[in-house]
């Protein structure tokens, strides 16, 4: 898991990256928590998603937003950091020229960060979006979302209640055949503190069953020549 220093565009940004052994393997991307409310790219939950991407053979790659850590900058209410995760998927794609698609996934703040940059990268194909801050933010740029992902959330987070979360992402209008399937996990909070666990299981049970999916479709869009 080599240290990585990414030309960001406030200055450096500061990752972790394990580089997958096969061949022209997927990349993901992992975006932590908000800079503000201790959010970085060492939170247990941005580890542990970054960990079943790469047990599934991804190029994986997790960084801290600017100002956090040694990334250089500041906090920039989302904007500065939306560029800073394009940025670093644009880096991690150089070095995976090959790569048959990608996916995000992130927590809280980064999972609305991921979302807007799904809207903007057609080959990310799937995304994992824990705790989305709906009642902060606006999720309405989705219009409609394309591509399919889980959505988890805490059935105890005061931060963002999860009846709300529902009623937000219910209203989302999605391309024909994607399909966002929402897990709560019982007892838990915005930090899944003490609850870490059943949430890498609805990571890892999203993921076994997607991931072969994936591969079918990216299959029967090469052989018709789409992209």
């Known amino acids: 898991m080599p240290d ?30 908000h800079p503000r409310g201790g959010g970085h790219m060492d939170t247990p939950v941005s580890t542990m998603m970054y960990d079943e991407f790469k047990e599934r053979g991804f190029s994986v790659l997790r960084f801290n937003f600017r100002g956090v850590g040694r990334s250089q900058g500041t906090y920039d209410q989302g904007l500065g950091e939306l560029s800073d995760a394009a940025t670093a ?22 999972a609305w960060i991921a979302m807007q940059l799904l809207m903007r990268r057609p080959e990310i194909a799937g995304f994992i979006s824990v705790s989305p801050p709906t ?3 606006d999720f309405s740029f989705l219009a409609p979302c394309p591509a399919s992902g889980l959505i988890a959330h ?7 209640p999860h009846d709300e979360m529902e009623r937000a992402m219910s209203k989302v209008r999605t391309q024909k055949g994607i399909i966002m399937t929402h897990d709560i996990i019982k007892g838990a909070g915005h930090l899944f503190t003490d609850h ?7 990571v890892k049970t999203y993921l076994d069953k ?12 090469a052989n018709t020549g789409k992209r």
């Not at 870490?196 to 609805?202: G, K």
């Open 135 to 137: 009642n902060m933010y």
């Open 196 to 202: 870490l666990e059943p949430l890498e299981a609805s």
């Open 4 to 33: 990585v220093i990414i030309p960001g565009p406030a200055g450096r940004l500061e990752g972790k990256y394990s580089p997958s052994k096969t061949p022209g393997a997927p990349v993901a991307l992992i975006l932590h928590a």
């Open 89 to 110: 998927l644009d880096w991690a794609q150089a070095h995976n020229p090959n790569a048959s698609y990608c996916w995000v996934a992130g927590h809280s703040f980064g």
């Open 210 to 221: 997607r991931l072969p999916e994936v591969d079918v479709e990216r299959a029967e869009m």
């Open 154 to 160: 805490g059935e105890s987070d005061a931060i963002v």
